[in-house]
């Protein structure tokens, strides 16, 4: 596997040695943390989902109305490019679209696009065996539909997590929960239905393939989630792009059903692991 002083990124138009990727200090999303961005996970190779991640991407910069600089083909011959140079099979690529060089600091110019790939760790067997606690806290995120580079609360929360022993922090608001800073989240109740929360939240790749494998074996249902209900839950999990799925045995300071991973959950995650295995199968086709 490469060092990263060996890898390549896509900066400003050209692809260049990573460590000679550079932004001036002018950009919005240095003055004013003004951008959007997206992450596609490499497996074997192949970046899986590819044109749903795109599809965010494209949406995520026009809600917030900054202009692409590369068509969605041009953008694929970059990754492709990228793939091909660093040569990392399992690794994470991640699109950063900024606000661009700004004169005042404040107005959007025309936005700067720079493309990263790095090595990926997905969560161990044993964490996945033994699942994670969590916190809750009274927030929803600023225009969430949209995947912004603006994480400051789950960033200055990092060390309240710590303190309370937590991985990872739930938010809700007025007793309804959401999302967490970089995943989603589901409840599975006694009934084994499958819930994940319906508004205030960014629409996960993830989130939608697992809704859509769900749905295969268990009912499911997306709408509000009171927080009253997912300390009732019999299992909770999480999703995302890093995480796959990752079961949650306690929120906050109560036990979820057994305390322990549970079956629906595990369910869930091989069946995305066969999902992605698909993918890549057909790919090599």
């Keep these: ?51 749903d991640y795109l599809d965010r ?6 809600l ?54 790095l090595p990926l760790t997905l969560p161990s067997a044993e964490k996945v065996a033994k699942g994670i606690p969590i916190m809750t806290h009274d927030y929803v995120r600023e225009v969430p539909e949209v995947k912004t580079i603006n994480y400051s609360m789950g960033i200055r929360l990092l060390q309240e997590q710590k303190a309370v022993g937590a ?4 938010y809700a608001k007025n007793g309804i929960v959401s999302e967490f800073p970089r995943c989603n989240f589901f409840i599975v109740k006694h009934d084994d239905t499958v ?9 996960g790749i993830t989130r939608k393939n697992v809704l859509t494998l769900a749905g295969r074996r268990y009912k499911t249902e997306v709408r509000d989630i009171r927080l009253e209900e997912v300390l009732q839950a019999r299992e909770c999990f999480l999703t995302s792009t890093t995480k ?12 979820i059903g057994t305390g322990k991973p549970g079956d629906v959950s595990l369910q869930l995650l091989q069946d995305l692991k066969d999902l992605e295995g698909e993918q890549v199968a057909a790919a090599r086709q």
């Design 195 to 203: 819930v994940t929360p319906a508004k205030n939240i960014l629409k």
């Design 57 to 62: 991407f494209y949406q995520s910069a026009q």
């Design 1 to 51: 596997m490469p060092s990263n002083d060996k890898l390549f990124a896509y900066n400003l138009g050209q692809i260049v040695p990573l460590s000679e990727a550079r932004l001036h200090i002018s950009d919005l999303s240095v003055q004013r943390g003004y951008g959007v961005f997206d992450f596609v996970k490499v497996q074997q190779g192949y970046p899986l989902f590819l044109d």
């Design 64 to 117: 917030m109305h900054l202009e692409v600089p590369l068509s969605r083909d041009e953008l694929k011959q970059v990754i492709a490019e990228l793939l091909d140079r660093n040569q990392l099979p399992e690794a994470g690529m991640k699109m950063i679209l900024t606000g661009g060089y700004s004169e005042d600091g404040f107005t959007p110019m025309n936005p700067n696009l720079l493309i990263t790939q």
């Design 167 to 170: 991985e990872e922090v739930l």
């Design 244 to 255: 796959r799925v990752l079961p949650i045995v306690r929120v906050d300071d109560v036990l």
